[in-house]
C-alpha cells in the first residue's frame, strides 16, 4: 500500500484548505483511513479518522473545525479544514489501517502553516 498526500500549503488565520490522501492498493476500500498531524517538538496527533462505513473520530482540538471523508471508488481520504488557527501549523499524515492485522501504513507528510 502507498499513501500519497497534497493540499497542505500556507493560510492564514481563519482560513480554509483541503487535504487529500490517495491509495494504492486492493484492500483499501476495507480499510480505515485516517489523518494525523506532528508539530515542530510535539508528539503525532490524531487529526481524524473514518472507516470503510464512514464512521468518523475527531482529536479535540479540531471538533467543529475539520470535516474528514473518503471516496472509496477513487481510493482516497480528504481532510477539510476550516477556521484554521496558527496553532493548527503541522506536517500532516494520512494513515491507513487495515482492520485485524497490525499493518499501519503512512504518507509522506504535507505541510500546513496557518499565520496569524
Known amino acids: 500500500v502507498q499513501l500519497q498526500a497534497s493540499g497542505g500549503g500556507l493560510v492564514q488565520a481563519g482560513g480554509s484548505l483541503r487535504l487529500s490522501c490517495a491509495a494504492s492498493?486492493?484492500?483499501?476500500?476495507?480499510?480505515?483511513m485516517g489523518w494525523y498531524r506532528q508539530a515542530p517538538g510535539k508528539q503525532r496527533e490524531l487529526v481524524a479518522i473514518?472507516?470503510?462505513?464512514?464512521?468518523?473520530n475527531y482529536g479535540d482540538s479540531v471538533k467543529g473545525r475539520f470535516t474528514i471523508s473518503r471516496d472509496n471508488a477513487k481510493n482516497s481520504v480528504y481532510l477539510q479544514m476550516n477556521s484554521l488557527k496558527p496553532e493548527d501549523t503541522a506536517v500532516y499524515y494520512c494513515?491507513?489501517?487495515?482492520?485485524?492485522?497490525?499493518?499501519?501504513?503512512w504518507g509522506q507528510g504535507t505541510l500546513v502553516t496557518v499565520s496569524s
Open positions: 494513515s491507513l489501517v487495515i482492520p485485524m492485522t497490525p499493518n499501519v501504513y
Open positions: 473514518i472507516t470503510s462505513v464512514g464512521s468518523t
Open positions: 492498493g486492493s484492500i483499501v476500500s476495507s480499510a480505515v
